[in-house]
């Protein structure tokens, strides 16, 4: 008997190179289970060719029903191995982002494992509103943190492009990575700074809330980031719950909703990133 997926999904996806760069070095992959963006990093190439490679790593996970963390771990483990093993004059220095999300399946529930380090960002778009779920490996955000910059004051902080993880780029930090009850009807958004940098909160929210089809919904996004200056490449994945198994917020049988795996080794204080949320608007 075939194991079906515990989440289905519809998606859409779109790229653009942008008004001022000279290569696309952003990369993502939209199927399922996996739905992800990454945003490379290095000069002559070495950031399209970083984040190329984990994309294709990622993709091996694509056409099974649901990802485990060790799985997703493990990949990204081998991801890294990848960027930091290219050549000299192929990619050093070459440095990628990686954000998005997994269809999990816990104790027969439908959950998102997301995973993310550096700055490229993943929202959930549920019941009018718009969440930030990872938190930025940034310079900035680590000073937003600590209360010495707000939001206003960050958005032209000169450090903003700064991060503070990445997979390549000299970097050996972790990845943030949790487990977030799927429900029926959530909008994931996976995208590089390329959008979050042209697009405000409400903007994103606004077309996320007028466009039915995730494909439309990602057109769009990355079409009006364009319009406002386009100054780095720019790529949105939308992926629509359509159906959840568990996901109406029941308990299950043992009277407990898990969040987590049980061995909480698995999970320290730096993989739980509070979701953060940005938009809350009326209902349509």
Wanted: with cysteine; net charge negative.
């Amino acid at each position: 008997m075939t194991a079906t997926s515990p989440i289905s999904v519809l998606t859409g996806a779109a790229t653009d190179v942008g008004l001022r760069r000279p290569h696309n070095e952003d990369a993502f992959l939209a199927a399922s289970p996996v739905f992800l963006v990454a945003d490379g990093m290095g000069g002559h190439g070495a950031g399209e060719v970083a984040s190329a490679a984990v994309v294709e790593e990622f993709g091996r996970l694509t056409g099974r029903p649901s990802v485990t963390v060790d799985q997703l771990l493990d990949t990204f483990g081998r991801a890294r191995w990848r960027v930091d093993a290219l050549p000299v004059g192929g990619g050093a220095g070459a440095g990628t982002t990686l954000s998005g999300v997994a269809i999990a399946d816990l104790d027969g529930d439908g959950y998102w494992l997301a995973v993310n380090v550096g700055d490229s960002r993943t929202y959930r778009f549920s019941d009018d509103r718009l969440e930030q779920i990872s938190v930025d490996h940034s310079v900035v955000q680590e000073l937003i943190d600590r209360g010495e910059l707000d939001r206003a004051q960050a958005a032209g902080d000169s450090r903003r492009n700064v991060i503070t993880r990445a997979i390549g780029a000299g970097s050996a930090a972790p990845p943030d990575y949790w487990l977030i009850p799927a429900e029926e009807g959530d909008r994931m958004l996976i995208c590089s700074d390329g959008l979050t940098g042209e697009l405000d909160v409400d903007h994103i929210a606004r077309v996320l809330r007028e466009e039915a089809h995730p494909q439309a919904a990602a057109t769009r996004l990355v079409h009006e980031a364009l319009l406002h200056g386009g100054r780095d490449n720019i790529t949105a994945v939308v992926v629509d719950a359509l159906s959840v198994v568990g996901g109406d917020g029941r308990v299950d049988d043992r009277g407990t909703q898990p969040a987590f795996p049980d061995d909480d080794d698995e999970l320290d204080a730096d993989t739980r990133p509070r979701a953060r949320r940005v938009r809350e608007g009326s209902s349509q």
